[in-house]
């Protein structure tokens, strides 16, 4: 379950790069603009694949054993 909280605590780097976007936006500053939806189109894909494999971890560990546990 640390493994997970771990992938979860990372969404503060998408809050980040999302404040970035806004004050780019903000201030009309172009290249800006363009810089953090690039950190933003190549962040999210990893971050989520990196949850998702945290995710069905902890899943197998926690729901599934317990599940098996109680039909034994």
Known sequence: ??????????????NFLAEQLQEAVDAQEKSKMVD????????IP?????????????WAHVVTKDTIDKNE
């Open 46 to 58: 990893t971050y989520i694949k990196n949850w998702d494999k945290k995710f069905h971890t902890a």
């Open 36 to 43: 953090a939806c690039l950190a933003l189109n190549a962040f």
């Open 1 to 14: 379950m640390n493994d997970l909280d771990q992938a979860f605590s990372q969404i503060t780097t998408l």
